[in-house]
């Protein structure tokens, strides 16, 4: 199974209890045995829009089995900060997001929010204080 511009990650097979080393790591391409379920994460944050997902399986290729589907953007996140506090919101109107952050400006490391979002102007609003230093947020489809 082929993704077009995007990278996913093995997370399991139904054939094996763990992984072999070549699903280890990210990859554009992935090996799906007859009968097999492959659960993957796929990584679609280089930019929204239309995708295909498709066999490379030559005969499933000339049938058409292909999938198209689009990426929509998350809603802009606003930041705002005074000294140790943080003000995060985004508009009422976008339902199902979750907020996480990251101690790293590359986000290797996502971690959820905690403190739930409360309507504040039509707005979800979180207000964060933060102990440990500086930190990264983004939205995530819940």
């Known amino acids: 199974m082929h993704t077009h511009a995007a990278l996913c990650k093995v997370l399991n097979r139904s054939s094996s209890a763990s992984l072999p080393p070549e699903d280890t790591g990210w990859k554009d391409t992935v090996l799906v045995n007859p009968g097999e379920t492959v659960r993957m994460l796929t990584r ?14 030559l005969e499933h290729e000339d049938s058409g089995m292909m999938q198209n589907f689009e990426v929509l953007p998350p809603p802009e ?7 140790a506090g943080v003000s995060l919101s985004w508009p ?3 339902q199902g997001w979750s907020l ?18 409360v309507v504040v102007g039509g707005r ?5 204080t933060e102990l440990t230093g500086r930190r990264f947020y983004r939205l995530a489809k819940s």
């Open 92 to 94: 009422g109107s976008e």
């Open 77 to 83: 996140l606003a930041i705002r900060r005074d000294g």
């Open 100 to 117: 996480q952050s990251s101690a790293e400006p590359n986000g290797v490391v996502w971690e959820p929010v905690a403190v739930s979002p």
């Open 44 to 57: 679609f944050d280089t930019h929204p829009g239309l995708f295909v997902h498709h066999c490379h399986n």
């Open 124 to 128: 979800w609003t979180v207000n964060l």
